[in-house]
């Protein structure tokens, strides 16, 4: 069964950090492009960051630029979000999605991917 699974959300407060993981079961997360997209109430939902199949390269969004980072362990066939100097505005439900062979992730809308995740909650709050 194709599976993905994030978890490592929870309540922290502005300034704090947070690593959110993405585990696959399935499926050769290696050769998937991954990303990470969040939805917050009342507003659509938009993608975070994104790494390429064998992680060729990695995208932003300008408003976590400098305080993201997406990786990937490939012996635990997993993805990560290390989010920094988070801000009360990064509090939503983060989503992994991941879509096979394609290596220029910026490229990739959002209806591409073909699994996702069931999603877990940041809230950043004092």
């Known amino acids: 069964q194709l599976q993905l699974v994030e978890s490592g959300g929870g309540l922290v407060q502005p300034g704090g950090s947070l690593t959110l993981s993405c585990a696959a079961s399935?499926?050769?997360?290696?050769?998937?492009?991954v990303g990470w997209f969040r939805q917050a109430p009342g507003k659509e939902r938009e993608v975070v960051s994104c790494?390429?199949?064998?992680?060729?390269?990695?995208n932003y969004a300008d408003s976590v630029k400098g305080r993201f980072t997406i990786s990937r362990d490939n012996a635990k066939n997993t993805v990560y979000l290390q989010m920094n100097s988070l801000k009360p505005e990064d509090t939503a439900i983060y989503y992994c999605a991941a879509e096979p062979n394609y290596y220029y992730c910026a490229g990739l809308p959002t209806s591409e991917y073909d699994y996702w995740g069931q999603g877990t909650q940041v809230t950043v709050s004092s």
């Open positions: 399935g499926l050769i997360l290696e050769y998937y492009a």
């Open positions: 790494i390429s199949t064998r992680g060729g390269s990695t």
